[in-house]
């Protein structure tokens, strides 16, 4: 069963380092999801493509954080300067396209810790 | 604007059924959906309604939407100590078919 690919699972840095997470959606999913979700909480929409062009990063803290998908299949997240506050759980979904009937598959996640 | 809660916490005996409840506040959904996360995990497509509809069930799993009172659930029938993990209820919110999480109910099923 074909599942979404997120890399690396787990990430321990210092604040003010940079740090890329890299998602690799199911494939011939045109729609990727980057959310956020801060322990005790419900993941965050942070920025969502459409192949390879941002049709929503209005969550997306563009000071330190940026986001691409260049070919339109995998993307990476980066977040520079990394901050205590980022500490989180970064989770990457695909979904066929943007229809409500399109289900949103959900990778592993990147859990990031910032000291 | 867009707002999903839930209770954060629920306690069963394994072979007892779970009802997980979740409002939301936007009228304008048009799917409402139910995903669980284990511990460390992402996050996995349990189940989903269409917003006309006031019941699905799915072998264990019954949905039930009270659209008047924007009002979801999720119940799970005998209850099993595999189930124990983060439920969250979602909405479709967004124009790009986004989903808008609550924070997540906590199932807890001692044996």
């Known amino acids: 069963e074909a599942e979404v690919a997120q890399s690396p699972r787990y990430k321990i840095t210092e604040k003010s380092q940079a740090v890329a997470f890299w998602c690799d959606p199911i494939?011939?999913?045109?729609?990727l999801y980057w959310y956020r979700q801060i322990l005790g909480q419900g993941p965050e929409l942070l920025v969502q493509?459409?192949?390879?062009?941002?049709?929503?990063d209005s969550q997306l803290p563009k000071d330190r954080f940026s986001a691409e998908r260049l070919k339109g299949v995998d993307s990476t997240l980066k977040i520079q300067p990394a901050e205590l506050g980022d500490s989180a759980m970064y989770l990457c979904?695909?979904?066929?396209?943007?229809?409500?009937?399109?289900?949103?598959?959900f990778g592993p996640g990147t859990r990031l810790t910032v000291l | 604007g867009e707002d999903v809660e839930q209770s954060l916490f629920l306690s069963v005996r394994e072979g007892d059924s779970s009802v997980i409840n979740c409002t939301y506040t936007?009228?304008?959904?048009?799917?409402l959906y139910w995903y669980k996360q284990e511990p460390g995990a992402g996050l996995q497509l349990l189940t989903y309604?269409?917003?006309?509809?006031d019941m699905k069930q799915d072998q264990r799993l019954t949905v039930l939407l009270n659209k008047k009172d924007k009002h979801l659930s999720l119940r799970i029938a005998d209850t099993q100590t595999g189930d124990s993990a983060i439920y969250f209820c979602?909405?479709?919110?967004?124009?790009?078919?986004?989903?808008?999480f609550g924070k997540g109910t906590k199932l807890s099923v001692k044996p």
């Open positions: 979904a695909s979904s066929p396209g943007v229809s409500f009937t399109d289900t949103q598959y």
């Open positions: 494939s011939g999913h045109a729609t």
């Open positions: 493509f459409q192949d390879e062009s941002v049709v929503d």
């Open positions: 936007d009228s304008s959904s048009t799917y």
């Open positions: 309604i269409f917003s006309n509809m």
């Open positions: 979602a909405e479709s919110g967004g124009s790009q078919g986004n989903l808008i």
